[in-house]
T-cell receptor, first 114, second 108 residues
Framework: NAGVTQTPKFQVLKTGQSMTLQCAQD?????MSWYRQDPGMGLRLIHY???????DQGEVPNGYNVSRSTTEDFPLRLLSAAPSQTSVYFC?????????????FGPGTRLTVT | AQRVTQPEKLLSVFKGAPVELKCNYS??????LFWYVQHSRQRLQLLLR??SRESIKGFTADLNKGETSFHLKKPFAQEEDSAMYYC??????????FGKGTLLTVNP
């Protein structure tokens, strides 16, 4: 199993551009989530999904959209990039729709917005 | 609201010394607590969770509900323990809340 994969690894955007960060898992996990990691701020939850067709907002959802059309994929869309969205983005999944279970993280996408 | 506090941003110890990374939480329900570790430029991985009460790589953590703490301890630190450590709290609403992390450096 590849586990949780994320593409791209690195991305540079100009302010106002849009893009989609891809996340996929091959473990048939129901629960998937997106975090951003910023120095001194830890990881903050952006959006999460408890199953295909179901998504909800986390702590810092503004400026981001998600959808979950399949169990395997959970893309994160930046609608109009801003310098404040410069961060490292991690996708995670777990086997059950609850935080009691181990979260498996992807390798991260390092995004710079100029 | 659920909150996790890791009071130390940085912690530096010598190899062979004991280490304790502090974690305090705020949550009105029954908490589920975890420690995650992230080595340099690698993905986060679960280190341990309070419900399993296990020791992983010599690390232990005990949930103290009276003090609302879940401190991570290791009696003899190794250089390979150098990493960022995150305490995390799982609540009833599918949201996992992370602390801001503690960067542990173990010096030779």
């Amino acid at each position: 199993n590849a586990g949780v994969t994320q593409t791209p690894k690195f991305q540079v955007l100009k302010t106002g551009q849009s893009m989609t960060l891809q996340c996929a898992q091959d473990m048939n996990h129901e629960y998937m989530s997106w975090y951003r990691q910023d120095p001194g701020m830890g990881l903050r939850l952006i959006h999460y999904s408890v199953g295909a067709g179901i998504t909800d907002q986390g702590e810092v959802p503004n400026g981001y959209n998600v959808s979950r059309s399949t169990t395997e994929d959970f893309p994160l869309r930046l609608l109009s990039a801003a310098p404040s969205q410069t961060s490292v983005y991690f996708c995670a999944s777990s086997s059950q729709a609850g935080v009691s279970y181990e979260q498996y993280f992807g390798p991260g996408t390092r995004l710079t917005v100029t | 609201a659920q909150r996790v506090t890791q009071p130390e941003k940085l912690l530096s110890v010598f190899k062979g010394a004991p280490v304790e990374l502090k974690c305090n939480y705020s949550y009105s329900g029954s908490p589920e607590l975890f420690w995650y570790v992230q080595h340099s430029r690698q993905r986060l991985q679960l280190l341990l969770r309070h419900i399993s009460r296990e020791s992983i790589k010599g690390f232990t953590a005990d949930l103290n509900k009276g003090e609302t703490s879940f401190h991570l301890k290791k009696p003899f630190a190794q250089e390979e323990d150098s990493a960022m450590y995150y305490c995390a709290l799982g609540g009833s609403n599918y949201k996992l809340t992370f602390g801001k992390g503690t960067l542990l450096t173990v010096n030779p």
